[in-house]
């Protein structure tokens, strides 16, 4: 438990001290190789003809995606309705793997979005790491989740399923940060390379609105 203890510690402080130093500058003219990166051997996006996928490539202990998260979920909900936001959970370390299956088994009963923030607090507020099946069943139950519904949502092939899809796409696309983003399997943006979370927002719409442009110049 120490070293997990101590990898959380760590990130929380080089977390707040980005935080602090990125003074939520927005790139007015986002460049790539700077704000974002052209992904060399991008992938197929498997969302509809027309449509922009976007990628939240996310960890629900880092504090970065904790202090993104009120203005991201803004973000997702005032896109066109041609733009498909999907949230990727992260596990860097295979111990944080129980809280991707977190994430996979809300969503499939329809609570992720709803208890993003809540999580976050839990974990990252009130240090409950929620890394068993049992503590995570205790707290969404507090929520008024259906524990049953819950553990056996937690349990299923469908979800082991999303885990193994969220590591592939983390190594296919090289996250090594979060929150990370990726646009239409062609463009990748974080906080790491906007250093600030305004920034990130400012560099999402750029890069939606040049994928939307594209699209429709392929048709």
């Not at 996928?53 to 066109?80: C, G, R, T």
């Not at 139950?141 to 969220?166: I, P």
Request: glycine letters at 4%; hydrophobic letters at 45%.
């Amino acid at each position: 438990m120490q070293p997990l203890l101590t990898t959380i510690t760590s990130m929380v402080i080089s977390a707040l001290v980005l935080l602090m130093a990125c003074a939520y500058a927005s790139p007015s003219s986002p460049e790539a190789g700077v704000d974002y990166q052209v992904i060399s051997t991008s992938a197929p996006s498997y969302v509809p003809a027309g449509k922009i996928e976007v990628l939240d490539f996310f960890w629900y202990a880092s504090p970065q995606d904790y202090a993104l998260e009120p203005k991201l979920a803004a973000w997702a909900k005032s896109q066109n309705p041609d733009v498909i936001f999907k949230r990727v959970p992260v596990a860097f370390n295979a111990n944080f793997a129980p809280q991707q299956r977190l994430f996979h088994a809300l969503d499939t009963l329809g609570y992720a979005d709803q208890l993003a923030l809540k999580i976050f607090e839990e974990i990252q507020v009130k240090r409950n790491n929620l890394l068993t099946p049992q503590a995570q069943a205790n707290f969404v139950a507090e929520q008024g989740v259906d524990r049953q519904k819950f553990l056996s949502a937690y349990n299923s092939f469908a979800n082991a399923a999303g885990v193994r899809q969220d590591n592939r796409l983390v190594n296919q696309y090289l996250i090594q940060s979060v929150p990370s983003f990726v646009v239409q399997g062609q463009y990748k943006t974080s906080v790491a390379l906007t250093q600030s979370i305004e920034g990130t927002i400012a560099v999402l719409d750029f890069l939606v609105s040049k994928a939307r442009l594209e699209t429709v110049q392929a048709q």
